[in-house]
C-alpha cells in the first residue's frame, strides 16, 4: 500500500510511518516543513531513522501552500493519506493564531482539495482532545458538543467541520482521530512528559501548572499507532467519523510526579515548583475508548508506569 503521511518527521508522523515500514509491502511518502516549533536537530534524528528505509521517500514542503500540495499530488497517487502535519500547543495559539490558521486550517484545507481533485481513496487526519474543551462529564465521547478553548482547539474543530462537508458534498471517505496526550520514546520536547524526563536527567527544576491538580488521559505512542494501524485496514469507514486514541485511564499530574521521583537518582535539588493555573488550559481529559473498541475489537494499553519507565530510558540512551 502507499501512504502519504504529513508531518511525518513529526512526533506522531514519525512513530505510524516507522510502524507501517516495518511491513515489507507498505511504501510511504513522507511530507514535513520540518518547522522550528522544537529541536529541528530532534526531527532530523527521527528522519535519518525513516531514510534508512528504501520504501520512504521524503519531500520537504510547506502544505500551506497550494502550489506544494498540489506538486505532491500531481507525482504521486496514494492508496491512504494520513494527514499530521499541524502546529500544536495550546497556550502558543492564544498569542499567534496566524500560525495555527496558515498550518492547521489551510494546509488541511489544500490536503481536501487536491485529495478531491485526485481522487484519493481515503483520509485519516489528525484532530485532538482539546475539541472537548473544559466538559464536566467523563468518559468524554465522540457525541459530545464540541467546546474549543484556544486558537488551536478551534483549529481542530474546524478542520472536523471541513472533513464533515467534503464527505457529505464530494462523498470522500474521511476519518477524525482525536489524540489524547500522546507520549513516548522520540516525544515532543514541549510536553510534559519530555520535560520531566529532561530536568530529573539534568537535575533541573521543572515548573507545574494549577499546582499539579491537572489530570490527563496520556496514551503511550506505541497503543496509539496499534489504533490508528488497525483502523487504516478496516475497509468499512465510509462514513465521515471521529474516534477518541485514549487510554481511557487518566491520570493526576501528582501521580507523574511520583513515578518520576523514583527515577530520580540526585534527589538532593527540588525538581518541581508549582504555579498557577495557565489561561487555555483544560483542567481534565478522559476519553471514552468504546467507540474504538467496537471498530477495532482490543488494543494494548500500556501502564502509564512502564510507558514512562521505556520513555525515561530512551531518553538516557539519547541525550
Ligand atoms: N502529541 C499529542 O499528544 C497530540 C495530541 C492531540 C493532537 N495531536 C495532533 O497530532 C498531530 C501530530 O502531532 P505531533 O505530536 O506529532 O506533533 P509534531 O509537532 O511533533 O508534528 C507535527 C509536524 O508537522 C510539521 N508541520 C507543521 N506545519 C507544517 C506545514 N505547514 N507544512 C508541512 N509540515 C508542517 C512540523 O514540522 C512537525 O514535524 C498534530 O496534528 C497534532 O495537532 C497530537
Redesign the pocket.
Known sequence: MKFLI??C??????SIAHKLLSKKNNLVIG?????D??SKSL?NKRLVVLRKNKNFTFLK????KKKNVDEVFSKYKFDKIIH?????GVRRSIKYPQEYY???IS?FFNILECSRRYKSKQIFF?????VYGDNKTFPLKETFLKNPKNF?ALS?CINEDMAKYYCENFKMKIIGL??????GPYG?PD?LIWKMCENIHNNKTLKINNFGKHERDF?YIDDAVEMVEKLLLKKNLNKFQVFNICSNNPTKLSKILKIFSKLRKNKKNKFIVYQEFQSGDVLKTHGSNTKILNVIKKYKRTKIEDGILKTFNWFKNHY
Open positions: 504529513t508531518g518527521v513529526g512526533f506522531i508522523g514519525f511530507v514535513d516543513v520540518i518547522s516549533y522544537y526531527k514542503k510547506d502544505l500551506s499530521l502535519a499541524a502546529q500544536p496558515d498550518s492547521n494546509s489528525a484532530s485532538s482532545s482539546s488551536y481542530k482525536r489524540f489524547f496526550t500522546v507520549y515532543r510536553m496514551t
